[in-house]
């Protein structure tokens, strides 16, 4: 299958999960009505606003228009990277915001530089060296911060609104503010005509993947998981992500109250009845299976979507849990093993991709402390 049928496909599918609404703009599922587009500013056009730009940040420097006219030379390369090579050249200042973006070893910002938030430098200036330096956060899992940059600007005030509309999604999508995240992919769908295919599609597998989305489901804590993961690798473990913590280390709680109310459920509606592999008229139980249905149990983990049951050995209550996770950086060598027991009890006959999540967070919380 070819990569435009292949997109056709998946634009399909995503038409059919928003109930065919994605191809259209707000206001736009009237018969007749019609949405903005965006259009790629021409590298022609970039150009020449880029060297005024310049000539005016360097007093008409010959040799830095000489070094000018090499970069634009680059023909195969996108318009942003020449413009931001371009302010690089012009302005010491955007030269190490950008430099300092792209280190993958220096610390993440904290804020968005005072550079962009100057309104006293050119719009067209400030508006695409925030594009070049939003996007070299968002490569980084900078979200915060790259979505706080682009929230500045428009996309009609980029040379390239396709890369913005797909970098500011990319963020939404990675922070969880499904919202705002299905606008910008709808936009990027839409508006964005001479968006590139990788983005198309990449935005079509986002607004797909959060259609299925829930609030306070098994995936909602495993994607906070996630979050507190990249914040932790950041270096970010401040109040932000402590609140995070307590709010999957709560569901948690919740999640395991509900099982364990649903198992006591089960228990009183069958009898109270131990269930203990043993066959109540004295009869010989299958092996591995309940005596009554005559069933294996299942030999893989639960599909994802599936809580799963608390089969663990019933020592794990919700209060422990909590405490697992408050203590869990903390434990000494000899209490290591004990601990890593508790959390399998917790977490079998879940999935396999949601006990690897958990692992995952409280390995994380080991090596954070």
């Known amino acids: 299958m070819t990569a435009r049928r292949w997109f056709a496909v998946l ?34 056009a970039a150009q020449a606003r880029a060297l005024a730009w310049l000539k005016a940040a360097t007093k008409n420097d010959a040799a830095k228009v000489a070094q000018f006219t090499q970069i634009w030379k680059q023909e195969d390369r996108p318009v942003i990277d020449r413009l931001a090579d371009t302010f690089s050249l012009g302005s010491p200042a955007a030269a190490a915001l950008l430099r300092e973006a792209r280190n993958p070893t220096a610390p993440a910002p904290l804020e968005v530089p005072a550079l962009l938030r100057d309104a006293k430098q050119p719009e067209f200036f400030r508006a695409n060296l925030g594009l070049a330096y939003a996007r070299a956060l968002s490569n980084r899992r900078v979200h915060e911060e790259a979505l706080a940059t682009l929230k500045l600007f428009n996309a009609d005030q980029v040379a390239d609104p396709a890369s913005y509309l797909f970098h500011r999604a990319v963020s939404e999508h990675a922070l969880v503010n499904k919202g705002e995240a299905v606008a910008s992919v709808k936009r990027l769908l839409n508006e964005a005509v001479d968006s590139p295919e990788r983005y198309k599609t990449v935005g079509t597998l986002m607004l797909l993947d959060m259609q299925a989305w829930k609030e306070k489901d098994l995936g909602a804590v495993a994607r906070k998981m996630g979050n507190i993961e990249r914040r932790l690798e950041l270096a970010r473990g401040g109040p932000q992500t402590q609140k995070l913590q307590k709010e999957v280390i709560s569901r948690l709680d919740e999640l395991i109250k509900e099982l364990e109310n649903k198992a006591k459920n089960q228990q009183q509606s069958s009898g109270g ?3 203990d592999g043993s066959c109540p008229d004295g009869g010989q139980p299958q092996p591995g299976g309940s005596p009554s249905s005559g069933q294996n149990p299942p030999k893989s983990p639960a599909p994802d979507s599936f809580l799963g049951q608390n089969k663990g050995t019933g020592k794990v209550t919700a209060r422990q849990v909590r405490k ?10 000899a209490q290591r093993a004990q601990a890593e027991q508790e959390l399998e009890d917790l977490i079998q006959g879940l999935s396999l991709s949601h006990q690897e999540a958990y692992r995952a967070y409280f390995r994380r919380l080991q090596t954070s402390k």
């Not at 995503?14 to 790629?40: C, N, P, V």
């Not at 697992?324 to 060598?333: A, D, F, M, T």
């Open 11 to 44: 634009m399909g599918a995503a038409l059919f999960a928003t109930g065919g609404q994605t191809a259209f703009a707000d206001g736009g599922k009237k018969a007749g009505a019609r949405f903005a587009t965006l259009e790629g500013m021409a590298p022609e």
């Open 273 to 275: 009845q131990p269930n």
């Open 324 to 333: 697992l996770g408050e203590r869990w950086g903390s434990l000494p060598p």
